[in-house]
């Protein structure tokens, strides 16, 4: 555990077998004591690694950054603090996605909880005992959108994270989840029947929600649409989501 300001940081760091050098490093920043626990072994997928993460965690908090992700701010206590403390089980940060030359600031946007993704996981944190409680990422059903189905289900087991706007990390375009709004389509719609009681909870509460909800749904079949052209599909060949039968329920 590495001294941060008031913080004890550990650095837990999951590698999937790379065959770069990157093993070897690490076994390096583990014996100069920049890295506390590492692996390297096969994995299967981006949230396998990261369920083995919340395993190898001695920590409260947890917060997870992917390669080539960077931190912005000096001090994470800001974020860390509530949650420790025992005010918060969450909290979300804003983070700077870079495309090229260009920088867009993505705030954390919980009025579209169970839509998508409410806030990048390079901005979100939440206690330990909290990824273990609801099982951590669901690894075996998602392969682009575990992080946001994890986040709903926080949201639903303890409400409103702490927020703070300062930007915490920075992304760059163009990696694994950049298009999985086309290429993982059914995951999106997968997640919505799965939260789609709650979905409609909060569309009776929320009219702005309920309006926010048939915008998404919309551009999603759009989306399937063109998802159906390019892989050569029959349309008869494709169930039709749950969420859209649905749908025409809400109020």
């Not at 993460?53 to 206590?77: P, W």
């Not at 579209?112 to 390079?122: D, S």
């Not at 087991?157 to 703070?164: F, I, K, S």
Request: charged fraction near 20%; hydrophobic fraction near 40%; aromatic fraction near 14%.
């Amino acid at each position: 555990h590495k001294r941060l300001y008031s913080l004890s940081i550990e650095h837990v760091i999951v590698d999937g077998a790379s065959t770069d050098g990157t093993p070897e490093l690490l076994k390096e920043y583990h014996a100069a004591g920049y890295v506390e626990v590492f692996v390297s072994e096969p994995d299967a997928g981006i949230y396998d690694g990261m369920n083995k993460g919340i395993r190898m965690a001695t920590g409260k908090v947890l917060y997870f950054l992917n390669a080539g992700d960077v931190l912005t701010c000096e001090s994470l206590e800001k974020w860390v603090a509530p949650i420790a403390q025992g005010r918060y089980m969450t909290a979300a940060a804003a983070v700077l996605r870079v495309s090229g030359d260009s920088q867009v600031l993505e705030v954390p946007a919980f009025e579209y909880v169970y839509l998508g993704t409410p806030v990048c996981h390079q901005g979100y944190f939440a206690a330990a005992s909290l990824y273990r409680e609801l099982g951590g990422y669901d690894s075996a059903t998602y392969r682009c959108l575990a992080d946001a189905d994890f986040i709903n289900r926080a949201f639903a087991a303890t409400g409103v994270p702490y927020e703070n706007p300062l930007p915490v990390s920075v992304y760059a375009d163009g990696g694994f989840s950049a298009d999985c709004g086309y290429r993982f389509l059914p995951e999106y719609f997968e997640m919505r029947n799965r939260h789609w009681e709650l979905v409609l909870k909060r569309c009776r509460e929320d009219a702005h929600y309920a309006e926010l909800i048939s915008f998404a749904l919309l551009e999603h079949c759009s989306y399937l649409v063109s998802w159906v052209a390019e892989f050569g599909l029959e349309k008869s060949n494709i169930e039709l989501p749950e969420s859209i039968i649905v749908f025409q329920s809400v109020p």
